[in-house]
Nanobody, 122 residues
Framework: QVQLTESGGGSVRAGDSQTLSCAAS????????IAWFRQAPGKEREAVATIYTSGGSTYFLDSVKGRFTISRDDAKKTVYLQMNSLKADDSATYFC???????????????WGQGTRVTVSI
């Protein structure tokens, strides 16, 4: 069974850091790209960061470059999104997604987690 489970959301203040986790089922982790998307109220869902579980190649949305990092723990089959210097504009529901290649399009991903809410207050 393919599953993605996010955790780590919550409320923080601007400038704080927060780490999101995405735990993937064994059948998914070894063959897919794992991506973090986010969606703020009234806005389109956008890709924030991606990582290939096989090779580690990464991508970041321009607005988070230098502030966010994506990493994986192979033993735990978990992908992390470390978010530093958070801004109010980073407030959104963050989703973990898995697909056959690291594409920025939402339609490229077959599997999605339930999402975890991040709220950044000024």
């Amino acid at each position: 069974q393919v599953q993605l489970t996010e955790s780590g959301g919550g409320s923080v203040r601007a400038g704080d850091s927060q780490t999101l986790s995405c735990a993937a089922s064994a059948s998914l982790y070894d063959y897919y790209c794992i991506a973090w998307f986010r969606q703020a109220p009234g806005k389109e869902r956008e890709a924030v960061a991606t990582i290939y579980t096989s090779g580690g190649s990464t991508y970041f949305l321009d607005s988070v470059k230098g502030r966010f990092t994506i990493s994986r723990d192979d033993a735990k089959k978990t992908v992390y999104l470390q978010m530093n210097s958070l801004k109010a504009d980073d407030s959104a529901t963050y989703f973990c997604a898995a697909g056959p290649s690291c594409d920025m399009k939402r339609s490229a991903y077959n599997y999605w987690g339930q999402g975890t809410r991040v709220t950044v207050s000024i």
